[in-house]
């Protein structure tokens, strides 16, 4: 008996009319955990009820505690019929069960109801007793933290870096099981909200036993989903990073060394020397000793000798530590065996972080990806759940040997992600291949990380960028350059990624949001048919994207992509590819040349005409852009304000390093010449639509920039207002002769249009970035597609951008003069892509039955076609039940009363509510978190049959929206935080039936609870840039001198 | 291609103060898309008439959901499905119960009933104000006028507490309630040259001494006055006022307070000789008669329900057609209210106090063009 759970209810208030002839309501509270259940009192004739009940106390097993979910139900008694209930509220409380995060949760909940929506709010405090648990075999996991942010969390410091965890499991959909025919559509619902709560807590705690397992205390980048396979079931799936994390003792410790690396470099007087030795300095004064004391003319002779030979002699000269000979070639080896060991004995090296702590990552492959098409079908033998697993067994082993076909050991920015129209389900894994330094992943004393921290701190700015491969052995046909940071390694011409940008990483000017949109017609079919014709689909419909991706990036000027996101849905007629990134332009990799275009039939004049003309207009789109975003890559790196090293000096250096290493001079020149156009042919029509829609992407409105990953490059001093918003369009299409260039220009709209709505309405917080936009795409119904916004509109300070932006081009450049390789010279592959290359084998599986919860009849059920015919079916079924719209003017109510006595305060400054912010980042702007109070995932169902009384279809899902914010907030609020960081909307499933005046909508949403502190009010001085260096914060805690 | 559907949900709800205003004024969206592209912000922000419709009706919808939560501000504070910051809370509260000018000339003094209710076609016709925004203003004083009926206390107060309002907005529904309940006539074509502004003023003076809780004993124990209200004239000093009639009625006190006033302001007045004249018995618009006959008739509802029509006959036209400036008037009524003190055989100085400060200033404020 591990726990107590001690619940009391305190108050309601704004409860809703439940009696028409007193116009008031005699409201009592049921509470419910696992079988048990406590009432309280009924608080008669009251709208605002308080109930002030003793402490329920429920003993329970963790394992319950971590699984079931605290269930409140606020009823209005009545004496002769059945008592009504206004509306219920779940309480997750594993937030209660980990030592560092909350200890109680208090506070005012909104009490929802799936017809009527939010009615009320209730207050209820929560306590945990844990007592310690000594059993090892024990099948809970508390304890163990969970993390939705996709990084390091800001107050840890990661220890160890385990890896890959997944779970998932499997029941029956309560909507789709026989009672569902004889009860309301509110059982219906609730019977399913609690269900899908019940396994986010199984899965969430088989998950925890395998961090356990691993030895770790947290899960990272923990990403859950539903699939709403209809019929066939409800799969709940998650994945994660196992990590051990140790707390940062106090905020204020780590603050400042969150720019004390940039600091102590531009302290350094040599950095714009082109030779790697310097890199290793660390803590830098013997270096800066050295240094001077070369005379001039011995120090060109000896560096014009060659930079590998210094790279040779660096261990000799004995410079920074010890250690820094671990970096020399026998290392290398070493090390990669190390790394590979390490990796190797997992079965996949997935991790899910998108960024991550300094000297992590040390190469990056390209993107790889896998998808395969499965045919759900009805569950016949509910003992054996794995049918799942080993899908998603049989798509990760994909990716994993796709990476290793780049020459990378791992996957990062990994994710997976499922789309379903009837019984087609296309499963899709993404991530990118890269090459990682094994410190982290290996179990190790603290000292011994610290230890290595320090001498690995500074490399950076173009290691990652290298091609990890051998050329001789390319996969892919690419050009090669050498790195125009180091000019020592070789890059590839594109990059492509599904991470975050690494902070250390050197950007020229700003970054862009890149989208590829694309539909594809298919023609309706049944079962096995329908996925081969899907899986025939998929191959051409990822060339394109990835051709419409490239010719985007070209059109920006730009050369790499990071935070990649690929989404095939697919719908019943049709299917729809979007991809969104962040495009930027890498100054470690060339100038990607223009886009050129070549007519087939140059007999027409007229048509020569027109090429021409188009060719114009993409130059000139192309030099805008170059404009809009600020690329003008210096030419060369070595010019560097304020450098202490006098100017002849360098310019000297620099006529010498051109002419005198030969060698790396002829290459870069010919990596000049072969920078030539991408070249796209014209032969068709088609083709021409293509070019056309390149150039109807408008950008953004001036003092508008917006990207898919956290932070844009480039923008560095945000200021404090941020905005969180969901945006959700649903378009008809015409049915009449829908062909593919039709579809593609409506649905290149509706993106465009949405985009447009967005800056349009944000326009009172420019200059401003729209950050984390995530994009999805689904088609509920033959005609209708529906895409869902999420994004954070952050402002930032234009005077103080353009300033930091100079420095940090400054530093960036410093960085990059000052780096060197010695780490990265495996032999890796290069990968930029990887895209056109799958196989998708039509493949036609039987779902079995996979049930993890017994109890719940296998009935017999009509076989429905699909979930929203089911929905359709069900909608005739239901009886219109009395909709009660209550609006109640309170008079003189005790608590208004009570508020509001005192005239001389300003009659809204005694607003109760705190603000809660919400973003889909990891950090809030100009503030520090100080805490986690643990993870927040919520799911909602919303039902209406007073559609049009309700505003209709859009009236609809704005309120519902808005009360699954609230209630995210509420809760957050309860736990005692002031935000949500990486707050995410997973799902937003939406269902309309007009005729019937009837819709439903499915939410689920997550991200994790935190307190936050201004940092005016930590009294910090240096905020200058509080975001772009923060994941340094975790090492570089270390590093201050 | 069709939008079925198309929201923005912001975790802060962001409140277009120019759409507001626009909602709160009536226009249906597509008349309030024509008028903000008439304003030119196409042109500012290069957005598309698309964006433009999509983006107020957005907004549309969101005040549609907050109007219910308006109608008590206070729900607006506690609730959490919006998340407002408190400056736009106070903005939305302040700009809903806002009126027209014009229309609460309209409706100032009438019974808030369905029959005026019904009139509002006609007052949207003549003012130009959207039938709309006269029915959400009408039902504002409506909504404000039930919720402080039967409230003790300041009723001021008593509005700024239920409906969180700025002490101006405050004072103005006060003044509103109070003609309200009184039903003080205001349309009179004699009283249209007055603003709202002057009706609200005398209201308050009126509130403050004319009224049941104005002769409420120290403010540190309100409840101890059980009819301690400020919505109605307090009954008992109407009666009283008929006492003041000896002044007119008495001719030894009438000449006394003459020759005291005369004497007083002798030199000092630049419309003595008006003035003077104005005492004798016979004038036709004895100013002192009139005054001290509108006094004694405030006994009859009816009578109360013309005070304004009455002070602006028997005072502000008389002084009017002879040029009176303002500062003599001033000077005349401070002359004419002080000299009654040295008036030895009339008795009633706290009554005629409490009467004539309050008269004083509304004719004060009456007396314009």
């Known amino acids: ?1041 | 291609m069709t939008s079925e559907l198309d929201i923005f949900v912001g975790n802060t709800t962001l409140i277009d103060e120019e759409v507001y205003r626009l909602w709160l004024d009536g226009y249906s969206v597509s008349d309030a898309v024509a008028l903000r592209v008439r304003a030119g912000i196409l042109e500012q922000t290069g957005a598309t008439a698309a964006v433009l419709q999509s983006d107020t009706m957005d907004h549309y919808r969101t005040f549609h959901m907050l109007e219910r939560l308006l109608h008590a501000p206070p729900k607006l504070l506690h609730q959490l499905v919006f998340q407002i910051p408190p400056s736009r809370q106070a903005l939305l509260i302040e700009r809903y119960y806002a009126f027209d000018e014009a229309f609460v000339r309209e409706v100032l003094g009438k019974k808030l009933s369905k029959g005026t209710k019904k009139d509002l076609d006609d007052i949207s016709a003549k003012t130009g104000i959207t039938l709309k925004s006269c029915r959400r203003q009408f039902d504002n004083f409506k909504r404000v006028f039930k919720v402080v009926e039967e409230m003790r206390g300041s009723l001021a107060d008593n509005i700024q507490q239920h409906f969180l309002f700025s002490d101006r907005l405050a004072r103005d529904y006060a003044a509103i309630v109070f003609f309200a309940n009184n039903r003080f006539e205001t349309a009179k074509k004699k009283l249209q040259y007055l603003s709202f502004g002057d009706f609200a003023f005398c209201a308050e003076l009126m509130i403050q001494n004319w009224t049941l809780g104005a002769v409420g004993e120290a403010p540190s124990k309100p409840d101890s006055q059980v009819d301690d209200m400020d919505m109605d004239l307090d009954k008992e000093f109407l009666q009283d006022l008929k006492e003041l009639k000896v002044l007119v009625a008495d001719k030894d006190l009438l000449d006394l307070h003459k020759s005291l006033v005369c004497t007083a302001l002798r030199g000092k007045l630049g419309v003595f000789s008006e003035m003077e004249a104005n005492f004798k018995p016979p004038a036709p618009q004895n100013l002192s008669r009139g005054l001290v006959n509108v006094a004694a008739k405030l006994t009859h509802n009816k009578d109360v329900r013309d005070l304004f029509v009455d002070l602006v006959e028997k005072f502000v036209e008389p002084c009017r057609s002879d040029h009176w400036p303002l500062g003599d008037v001033r000077l005349f009524l401070n002359q004419y209210s002080v000299t009654v003190h040295s008036l030895d055989g009339f008795r009633h100085q706290a009554l005629w106090d409490r009467y004539m400060d309050t008269l004083r200033g509304c004719l004060l404020r009456l007396y314009h063009d």
């Open chain 1, 1 to 1041: 008996m591990p726990g107590k759970l001690k619940v009391k209810i305190v108050a309601g208030r704004h409860l809703p009319v439940m009696d028409r002839a007193s116009d008031l309501t005699d409201a009592f509270v049921e509470v419910k955990f696992g079988n048990t259940t406590f009432k309280t009192d009924v608080y008669l004739k009251s709208l605002n009820p308080q109930w002030n009940s003793e402490w329920f106390k429920f003993e329970v097993d963790d394992e319950d505690l971590q699984d079931e979910p605290l269930q409140i139900t606020v009823l209005d008694h009545d004496t002769y019929s059945a008592n009504d209930a206004i509306g219920k509220v779940y309480i997750d409380i594993d937030p209660l069960l980990y030592s560092e995060a909350a200890t109680v949760i208090s506070g005012w909940f909104p009490i929802y109801d799936t017809i009527h929506g939010i009615r009320g709010e209730i207050n209820v405090v929560v306590k945990v007793d844990l007592f310690n648990d000594l059993n090892r075999f024990r099948q809970s996991s508390c304890g163990v933290k969970f993390f939705c942010t996709t990084s390091i969390p800001k107050c840890y410091r990661a220890v160890i870096i385990h890896g890959f965890v997944e779970e998932l499991v499997v029941n029956e959909d309560p909507e789709y099981q026989w009672i569902d025919r004889i009860r309301t559509p509110r059982a219906s619902n609730e019977a399913r909200q609690r269900l899908i709560s019940l396994m986010s807590g199984e899965l969430q705690r088989k998950i925890g036993l395998k961090v356990l397992e691993m030895r770790g205390n947290a899960v990272v980048g923990y990403l859950q989903c539903f699939d709403l396979e209809g019929e066939s079931g409800l799969v709940v799936r998650a994945i994660g990073t196992a990590c051990t994390l140790d707390k940062l003792s106090s905020p204020a410790a780590f603050l400042p060394a969150c720019n004390s690396p940039s600091k102590e470099m531009k302290e350094l007087p040599f950095n714009e020397d082109p030779n790697p030795n310097t890199h290793s300095s660390g803590p830098s004064t013997p270096l800066k000793n050295q240094t001077y004391s070369f005379s001039p003319s011995k120090s060109y002779s000896r560096q014009s000798s060659s930079s590998d030979t210094d790279l040779s002699l660096t261990p000799k000269t004995g410079m920074g530590s010890g250690s820094a000979g671990k970096e020399g070639g026998p290392f290398k080896a070493l090390l990669r065996q190390q790394t590979q060991s390490a990796l190797e004995q997992r079965e996949f090296p997935f991790f899910t972080l998108t960024a991550f702590p300094p000297g992590f990552l040390v190469h990056v492959g390209g993107v790889v990806s896998a998808r395969s098409v499965k045919l759900l079908d009805r569950i016949h033998n509910p003992d054996e759940p794995e049918t799942r697993d080993a899908w998603w067994a049989e798509i990760r082993q994909e990716i994993k040997s796709h990476a290793k076909a780049l020459g990378c050991h791992a996957v990062v920015g990994y994710s997976e992600s499922t789309s379903i129209c009837e019984e087609v389900c296309i499963l899709s894994a993404s991530g990118t291949a890269a090459v990682l330094n094994p410190r982290f992943l290996q179990d190790g004393t603290v000292e011994g990380c610290l230890e290595q921290r320090i001498e690995e701190n500074l490399p950076a700015g173009c290691g990652f960028c290298h091609i990890p491969y051998d050329e001789l052995n390319m996969p892919f046909p690419a050009h090669l350059t050498y790195c125009y940071n180091c000019r020592k390694q070789k890059v590839p011409d594109v990059l492509f990624t599904t991470i975050d940008l690494p902070t250390d990483a050197t950007v020229v000017g700003k970054g862009c949001l890149i989208q590829a949109r694309l539909c594809r017609l298919k023609k309706k079919a049944q079962a096995e048919a329908n996925a081969t014709a899907i899986s025939n689909l998929l191959p051409f419909m990822e060339y394109e994207v990835h051709t419409q991706l490239m010719n985007k990036l070209k059109l920006k000027g730009m050369n790499a992509l990071f935070g990649l996101r690929i989404q095939i849905t697919v719908g019943e007629n049709m299917l729809m590819g979007l991809a969104s990134a962040t495009a930027v332009y890498l100054a470690a990799l060339p100038m990607p040349g223009g886009i050129q275009i070549a007519g087939k039939t140059p007999s027409d004049g007229s048509y020569e005409q027109h090429i021409s003309h188009m060719q114009k207009k993409i130059s000139d789109t192309i030099a805008k852009n170059k404009e809009l975003y600020e690329i003008n890559p210096p030419e060369i790196s070595e010019e560097i304000i304020g450098s202490p090293i006098p100017e002849p000096k360098q310019r000297s250096r620099l006529l010498r390093s051109q002419s005198e290493s030969s060698d790396e001079v002829t290459e870069l020149d010919l990596s000049h010449g072969k920078k030539d156009a991408f070249v796209l042919e014209i032969d068709d029509t088609d083709a021409m639509e293509d070019v056309h829609s390149l150039l109807t992407d408008v950008p953004p409105p001036s003092g508008f920039y917006s990207c898919n990953t956290e932070i844009m490059p480039g923008i560095n001093n945000w200021t404090s207002e941020i905005q969180m918003f969901t945006s959700v369009r649903v378009i008809r299409l015409s049915s009449l002769n829908l062909t593919n260039q039709a579809l593609n220009k409506n649905f290149n709209d509706l993106c465009e249009n949405l985009l447009k709505s967005l800056y349009f309405k944000l326009r009172s917080m420019i200059p401003c970035c729209l950050c984390h936009v995530n994009f999805t795409v689904s088609l509920p119904e033959d005609e209708l597609i529906q895409v869902t916004v999420t994004a954070v509109a952050i402002t930032f300070d234009k005077n103080q951008a353009l300033q930091t932006t100079k420095t940090h081009i400054e530093k960036s450049l410093q960085r990059a003069s000052t780096d060197n390789e010695e780490l990265l010279q495996f032999p890796l592959e290069l990968c930029s892509d990887s895209l056109p290359s799958h196989p998708f084998p039509p493949a036609k599986e039987h779902l079995e039955s996979a049930r993890s919860n017994s109890g719940i009849p296998a009935a017999q059920r009509d076989r429905c076609s699909s979930w929203i015919e089911l929905i359709k079916l069900k909608a005739q079924t239901i009886r219109r039940g009395s909709i009660k719209t209550t609006v109640t003017v309170e008079k003189a109510s005790p608590m208004g009363e009570g508020n509001f006595r005192n005239r001389s305060a300003p009659p809204c400054a005694n607003s109760t509510v705190g603000v809660v912010k919400m973003t889909p980042l990891s950090f809030i702007p100009g503030a520090k978190i100080t805490k986690y109070l643990g993870i927040i995932n919520m799911f909602f169902i919303r039902e209406t049959t007073s559609l049009r009384e309700e505003g209709g279809v859009s009236g609809f899902l704005h309120a519902f929206i808005a009360e699954v914010f609230a209630m995210v907030r509420a809760h957050v609020a309860a736990l005692g935080g002031n935000a949500v960081v990486s707050y995410i909307m997973k799902q937003c499933v939406f269902m309309e039936n007009p005729n019937k005046n009837q819709a439903q909508c499915l939410i689920n949403v997550s991200g994790d609870a935190v307190i936050f502190v201004r940092e005016s009010e930590l009294e910090v001085i240096s905020t200058q840039q509080p975001t772009a260096n923060c994941q340094q914060s975790c090492a570089g805690g270390e590093v201050t001198t």
